[in-house]
């Protein structure tokens, strides 16, 4: 099996550079500045342990691989990149492929099952950081991270099984699920927060603005029969795997969403995470203010290329909770 990687920030970089790392045959897609330094330089892997450089394989456009019948796409890029990617997929390496969606959020595997017959979610536990070009730190070891796999919307195969894998191989924990989605809407709910910490910093997710995100989200669950993992599965899960994030020397770090503010590229990935509950309340006449107060501000400051967690918390709970 190949790994073709769309999408080689973060959560891409760090698969693509492991499994290339331990003999695995990968191929990156990237772009722009990023494209440029890995295609120059080679792929620069910082962990707690030290730094390393990969000359992994990398293109800028999937147009340019060759496809063939063992290739299987890892789509890693932020979900309101999807539609543009799955659409150049899909006139580039044809229907059959495999789509594996290795992003947070619900709304990447109904796009790609529009287009897509083979669709698996993947839910992701993995500390990583990409901030510059070329370079993609790793925040956990030995273990660099939990994801698992399933058919979406459920079920599993021998594909499944196949990428399952291929993770294992690549220093990741990995589990072939016939409930993906049941894990992926548990994700959700822990990266509702994501927008909050680039609002007011990553003490707000454990805080009174952080529980009402959650407390909306489940009632919109409960409300639409949607099934997801309790914490306590998550816990077990998570285990000692990627229980804490462990510090990479003279670097600072955040979620996804964070990432994205301080490199000031001018959109974030709110309206698939706080959105999805935005939109999930509107259908179901469940009112979800906090969800669309925390999306609407976080969308502001990413298009105005704003500080990331600027606002207090205590004034963001006061705008809530006032009349």
């Keep these: ?16 550079a492991r499994r290339f790392g331990t003999g695995g045959d990968v191929v990156l897609i990237a772009r722009g500045a990023h494209y440029e330094a890995l295609k120059r330089d ?34 890693c890029m932020k979900s309101q990149d999807s539609a543009d990617a799955l659409a150049l997929l899909l006139d580039t390496a044809g229907p059959d492929v495999p789509v594996c969606c290795v992003q947070n959020g619900v709304e990447n595997e109904r796009l790609a099952a529009r287009l897509f017959p083979r669709v698996y979610g993947g839910c992701i536990q993995c500390p990583a950081t990409h901030l510059e070009p070329g370079v993609v730190e790793i925040h956990s070891e030995p273990t660099t991270g939990i994801i698992d796999v399933g058919r979406w919307p459920h079920g599993s195969d021998e594909t499944a099984l196949a990428i399952a894998a291929e993770l294992e191989a690549g220093t990741f924990s990995s589990i072939a699920r016939t409930d993906i989605m049941r894990w992926k809407y548990a994700k959700l709910l822990m990266n509702l927060t994501n927008a909050l910490e680039a609002l007011c910093g990553s003490a707000a997710r454990q805080g ?25 599965e998550e816990r077990e899960r998570r285990g000692d795997l990627v229980a804490n994030r462990q510090p990479v020397p003279g670097r600072t770090g955040g979620s996804s969403t964070w990432q994205s503010v301080q490199r000031g590229l001018g959109r974030i990935e709110a309206d698939y995470l706080n959105g999805e509950i935005v939109l999930l309340g509107a259908q179901l006449a469940i009112p979800t203010p906090a969800n669309e107060r925390v999306r609407r501000l976080a969308n502001e400051l990413a298009r105005v290329r704003g500080e990331p967690a600027a606002r207090s918390e205590d004034a963001l709970l006061a705008e809530l909770s006032g009349p």
């Design 208 to 232: 009174p603005v952080a529980r009402l995100l959650r407390t909306e989200a489940e009632t919109c669950f409960r409300a639409a029969g949607i099934a997801f993992a309790s914490a306590t």
């Design 42 to 75: 080679g792929l620069r892997l910082v962990t707690p342990s030290g730094t390393e450089t990969l000359a992994v394989p990398v293109v800028d456009h999937p147009g340019v691989i060759d496809w063939g019948e063992d290739d299987v796409v890892l789509l």
């Design 1 to 16: 099996m190949r790994i073709v990687v769309y999408g080689a920030g973060a959560i891409g970089g760090a698969l693509g």
